[in-house]
């Protein structure tokens, strides 16, 4: 599927909102440039946001699934990615795998739902780009303050982001909300 008949920057959050019957989120695209720090170095870049996430919180990352789904070929699944030194959330997020563009072995470590995808994509040496593709500024609601425990803050920042491998061929879509900082 091309990034262009997706059917809004907020997809597969959106999506799988929608499935669970939830309003839709408020939120503003950003440039780049107008996201304030640290957002903007955390957000505005071409890795993976584990590698990020984890140097910034000098602390491995893990996965809490809220909700997920499975179909063989595509993979949902909701999360918040908590910091394994302090608990604390890192990010709420959502993100439909493409499971036939991975080995097996790979699609049996992302369905045991503990690590990242970029930290397993790191792990297994499986090459790929990022590629966001755009960026928010988000209003939280109630799933997203249940999600993160509390929300201190009026906005949020986050990403709509595309993995691609080597071929070019999707792995990913991921949005990436991060908690106030």
């Given at each position: 599927m091309n990034?262009?008949?997706?059917?809004?920057?907020?997809?597969?959050l959106s999506f799988m909102r929608s499935a669970r019957g939830l309003p839709k989120l408020r939120y503003e695209n950003l440039n780049p440039e107008d996201l304030p720090e640290p957002y903007q170095t955390l957000l505005f870049h071409e890795g993976d946001?584990?590698?990020?996430?984890?140097?910034?919180?000098?602390?491995?990352?893990?996965?809490?699934?809220?909700?997920?789904?499975?179909?063989?070929?595509?993979y949902f699944r909701e999360v918040i990615l908590n910091s394994t030194n302090s608990g604390k959330p890192t990010e709420y997020g959502a993100i439909e795998i493409q499971l036939s563009s991975l080995p097996d072995d790979v699609c049996e470590?992302?369905?045991?739902?503990?690590?990242p995808l970029g930290?397993?994509?790191?792990?297994?040496?499986?090459?790929?780009?990022?590629?966001p593709r755009g960026f928010l500024k988000v209003t939280p609601d109630g799933p997203i303050i249940d999600a993160f425990g509390e929300?201190?803050?009026?906005?949020?920042?986050?990403?709509?982001?595309?993995?691609?491998?080597?071929?070019?061929?999707?792995?990913?879509?991921?949005?990436?909300?991060?908690?106030?900082?």
């Open positions: 990034t262009s008949t997706l059917p809004d920057i907020l997809y597969p946001m584990t590698s990020r996430l984890e140097a910034y919180h000098e602390s491995p990352l893990h996965v809490k699934t809220l909700n997920s789904s499975n179909d063989g070929k595509k470590k992302i369905k045991e739902a503990r690590q930290g397993i994509l790191n792990e297994y040496r499986i090459p790929y780009s990022s590629s929300v201190e803050s009026d906005y949020l920042y986050g990403r709509s982001n595309q993995i691609s491998g080597f071929n070019q061929e999707t792995i990913a879509r991921i949005v990436e909300i991060l908690p106030a900082l």
